[in-house]
């Protein structure tokens, strides 16, 4: 049975999304859209991205668009969210949650987010969206929910629990600067040539700038950790990623 028209866009956009904003439960002409969309902002920019451009690129009907995504400022948000956490970067913190805690767990920690960072593709998109997220009061929301989802992955992940106020202060304080630290050499990523042929033999100057500062990251934090109490194990991966959807206001979902 067809689905009525007479719903409001927004609704349709989150129903059909199901999944909190991660794009996993659009419908196969939904993602090809928002596919489309992708390609128009990272190959032509932001302001490129228009329906009719969507269309043409996804070979669908502009009616087609506004009934899954509602407008442009929808499809924008859909592409945010498709940035936040990735088919690359969901399996691997799946993976470091089931490391022992310690040295092991901060390691692979550690290799996840130089994976994450080294997403060129996905930072690129993302930086080519933040002037227009920073400039629009709800996405400016999101986005900060997205951030505090980060920031309970990054605790979660390194496998402690604050005993004092101080050591919340200080969980607190870790968790935010692996969150910056990925963000920042990702910006570090996105700057290298494509062209670059070392980055088909052995890797760019960036490449080892990235390694070398999730080395030491990894060794200040082995020195670090240590004084604080461990966490039980997460139950499954959908908890971890449970803290990105409920730092979302549901409002926003």
């Known amino acids: 049975m067809a689905r009525s028209e007479s719903s409001h866009p927004a609704e349709r956009t989150e129903r059909d999304r199901g999944d909190g904003g991660l794009g996993a439960g659009l419908p196969p ?4 859209v928002l596919d489309a969309a992708k390609r128009i902002v990272s190959e032509r920019g932001l302001p490129a991205l228009t329906l009719d451009a969507v269309a043409e690129e996804s070979g669908t009907y502009r009616s087609a668009i506004r009934y ?8 924008v948000s859909a592409v945010m969210d498709s940035t ?9 913190f799946a993976t470091v949650m089931g490391v022992e805690q310690g040295a092991g767990r901060i390691e692979a920690h550690m290799a996840a987010l130089k994976t994450v960072s080294t997403d060129r593709e996905q930072f690129r998109l993302f930086w080519s969206l933040l002037p227009h997220i920073l400039s629009e009061t709800d ?3 999101k986005l900060d929910g997205l951030y505090d989802g980060y920031r309970r992955i990054n605790t979660e992940a390194l496998g402690v629990a604050a005993r004092t106020a101080d050591d919340e202060r200080r969980l607190l304080g870790l968790a935010t600067l692996l969150t910056a630290l990925c963000d920042g050499l990702g910006l570090l990523e996105c700057l290298g040539d494509d062209r670059d042929p070392r980055r088909a033999s052995a890797g760019s100057s960036h490449d080892a700038t990235i390694a070398a500062a999730y080395e030491v990251m ?6 670090y950790l240590p004084g604080l109490t461990p966490l039980p194990a997460a139950a499954s991966d959908e908890d971890l990623f449970a803290t990105r959807r409920e730092a979302v206001p549901r409002e926003e979902r």
């Not at 002409?29 to 090809?32: E, K, N």
């Open 29 to 32: 002409a939904a993602r090809d």
């Open 68 to 75: 899954h995504f509602g407008d442009k400022a929808g499809l």
């Open 84 to 92: 936040a956490l990735t088919p690359v970067s969901t399996p691997l």
């Open 139 to 141: 996405l400016r929301k």
């Open 218 to 223: 990894g060794e200040m934090l082995e020195a």
